[in-house]
T-cell receptor, first 115, second 113 residues
């Protein structure tokens, strides 16, 4: 079983729709959760970062974490054509001492917002 | 807004050659990372670096790879003898503290012929 599962899509929705993107994970040691947006051949751009179960909102974006189900989501409201990109979930374990944990990524979901 | 920068944007090399990929992390960041992304695949962690030493490395980061922070601003990834399968995008990332967000650079596309 892969550590992080993410449906690669593509997911195509009309402009203005609410988009729901999801990841599941198997390692209960993951405690920090991120969503990145990546345009073709570019670096990942951080959208949301959270470390507790529940919801976190930033503008049109809401990140949701359910640690008991090992399930995270990203919701995009009022989607725009400029939101078309690949969305990557990423997560990491708790840190101990001065250690700095690398991120484990999902494969990314390719999102297309149709004008 | 400060950002992570990487050079070159694209590197083409012959199999067996050594390459050095360069990164300038955000200036007040203390934790540094390299990741790679093979075309069409997920982003994979290679190595983390803190306090002038490697903190963690993945199984991908074998003896052909090394990292260095030669001065107060640069962070480099060296591949000693490149293989065809090293062709990928290589991303540098940095963060201020172990619980803070990681910020990524734009990447270097490495093509091994």
């Amino acid at each position: 079983q892969k550590e992080v599962e993410q449906d690669p899509g593509p997911l195509s929705v009309p402009e203005g729709a609410i988009v729901s993107l999801n990841c599941t994970y198997s390692n209960s040691a993951f405690q920090y959760f991120m969503w990145y947006r990546q345009y073709s051949r570019k670096g990942p751009e951080l959208l949301m970062y959270t470390y507790s179960s529940g919801n976190k909102e930033d503008g049109r974006f809401t990140a949701q974490v359910d640690k008991s189900s090992k399930y995270i989501s990203l919701f995009i409201r009022d989607s725009q054509p400029s939101d078309s990109a690949t969305y990557l979930c990423a997560m990491s374990r708790m840190y101990s001492g001065g250690g700095a944990d690398g991120l484990t990524f999902g494969k990314g979901t390719h999102l297309i917002i149709q004008p | 807004e400060p950002e992570v920068t990487q050079t070159p944007s694209h590197q083409v090399t012959q199999m067996g050659q050594e390459v050095i990929l360069r990164c300038v992390p955000i200036s007040n960041h203390l934790y540094f990372y390299w990741y790679r992304q093979i075309l069409g695949q997920k982003v994979e962690f290679l190595v983390s670096f803190y306090n002038n030493e490697i903190s963690e490395k993945s199984e991908i980061f074998d003896d052909q790879f090394s990292v260095e922070r030669p001065d107060g601003s640069n962070f480099t990834l060296k591949i000693r003898s490149t293989k065809l399968e090293d062709s990928a995008m290589y991303f540098c990332a940095s963060r201020t503290g172990p619980r803070e967000e990681q910020f990524f650079g734009p990447g270097t596309r490495l093509t091994v012929l």
